[in-house]
């Protein structure tokens, strides 16, 4: 069960209704294990996607566009590294929701931009200007 809560004087809140719905069911009594953490942001999510694609218009690379992501991250040093029989494999790092908190998250994106501006050769301010036409 996952559900989204405010901290309050009184204790943690549900924060909509369907958390709440889910905090119903919930027995009187009973101790519960609960991890907290601060939930990503879905805007930043998606300009982060907008940037992708800026970079992935622009870029001289012939891939399709999932393969550039993975690409790009791995790039900006977000990767893990696996022996195969056959030599290293580069892993893109996993960038869900439940796997990159929102500060990594954020790193990453400034570590992507650097790479794709290094990449399609354009300044920060042209990126952002163009990320407009993306979002």
Same mark, same amino acid.
């Given at each position: 069960?996952?559900?989204?809560?405010?901290?309050?004087?009184? &204790?943690?809140?549900?924060?909509?209704?369907?958390?709440?719905?889910?905090?119903?069911?919930?027995?009187?009594?009973?101790?519960?294990?609960? !991890?907290?953490?601060?939930?990503?942001?879905?805007? #930043?999510?998606?300009? #982060? #996607?907008?940037?992708?694609?800026? &970079?992935?218009?622009?870029?001289?690379?012939?891939?399709?566009?999932?393969?550039?992501?993975?690409?790009?991250?791995?790039?900006?040093?977000? /990767?893990?590294?696996?022996?195969?029989?056959? &030599?290293? /494999?580069?892993?893109?790092?996993?960038?869900? /929701?439940?796997?990159?908190?929102?500060?990594? /998250? !954020? !790193?990453?994106?400034?570590?992507?931009?650097?790479?794709?501006?290094?990449?399609?050769?354009?300044?920060?301010?042209?990126? !952002?200007?163009?990320?407009?036409? #993306?979002?």
């Amino acid at each position: 069960m996952k559900l989204y809560c405010q901290n309050t004087i009184t &204790g943690l809140v549900p924060l909509y209704p369907a958390d709440y719905e889910e905090k119903k069911k919930l027995k009187l009594g009973v101790e519960y294990e609960v !991890e907290v953490r601060t939930p990503r942001n879905i805007g #930043f999510h998606r300009k #982060f #996607f907008a940037l992708l694609n800026v &970079g992935w218009a622009n870029t001289s690379l012939d891939m399709p566009f999932e393969t550039y992501r993975k690409y790009i991250i791995i790039k900006a040093g977000y /990767f893990k590294i696996y022996k195969t029989p056959k &030599g290293l /494999f580069y892993d893109a790092e996993s960038i869900s /929701f439940s796997n990159m908190s929102q500060d990594r /998250f !954020e !790193e990453l994106y400034s570590r992507v931009l650097d790479k794709i501006i290094e990449d399609i050769g354009i300044t920060n301010e042209e990126i !952002e200007k163009q990320l407009i036409n #993306f979002m």
